[in-house]
């Protein structure tokens, strides 16, 4: 279990296709059992292990960025999900695409700008539309960095999201 998408993930994408032939099946399964946090932290829901009692019941409104792995890989459905486990909390999928940073790209002197044009397409007037009260979380370390360098703005994990939540 782990809470940066890139990192995490690259165990199911990535890590198969780069052991010998004869280490595949066991890096596959490693894969399997390897989860983001969100993910993790709703299948202990479902399994009763946490609930809405354990947070606030302040209203909230929370804005998300999915990191592009963790959209290409699995989704954004569970940090969507958990992020909406505090009974008041609206959760909102921005519909960006990649922040513009992609690694280390945005941060190279010749990518820049460029990086910064694919943050406006979409995530930054998102971000910038957002009410100050309102939460802008997202999961990846490179996007937050992005949305804070094209924003001003301070994006979180949705791990301190939810743990400003807890009672």
């Not at 019941?57 to 459905?77: L, N, R, S, W, Y």
């Not at 010749?110 to 957002?130: C, I, K, N, T, W």
């Amino acid at each position: 279990m782990g809470v940066e998408p890139s990192a995490i993930l690259g165990f199911r994408d990535e890590f198969p296709r780069l052991v010998a032939p004869t280490r595949i099946a066991a890096a596959t399964a490693l894969g399997q059992h390897t989860f983001l946090l969100e993910s993790f932290l709703v299948r202990e829901a479902q399994a009763g292990r946490i609930s809405a009692e354990d947070f606030t019941t302040a209203p909230k409104k929370v804005k998300v960025h999915a990191h592009c792995h963790q959209k290409a890989i699995v989704g954004a459905e569970a940090t969507a999900q958990i992020l909406a486990l505090p009974r008041n909390y609206s959760v909102e999928l921005i519909p960006s695409g990649c922040c513009g940073m992609a690694g280390s790209f945005g941060y190279e002197k010749e990518h820049y700008e460029v990086s910064m044009q694919v943050g406006e397409l979409v995530l930054f007037p998102a971000v910038r539309g957002a009410a100050a009260e309102e939460i802008i979380a997202a999961p990846g370390t490179s996007c937050r960095h992005q949305i804070l360098d094209g924003t001003g703005k301070k994006a979180l994990h949705p791990a301190e999201v939810l743990w400003a939540a807890l009672r």
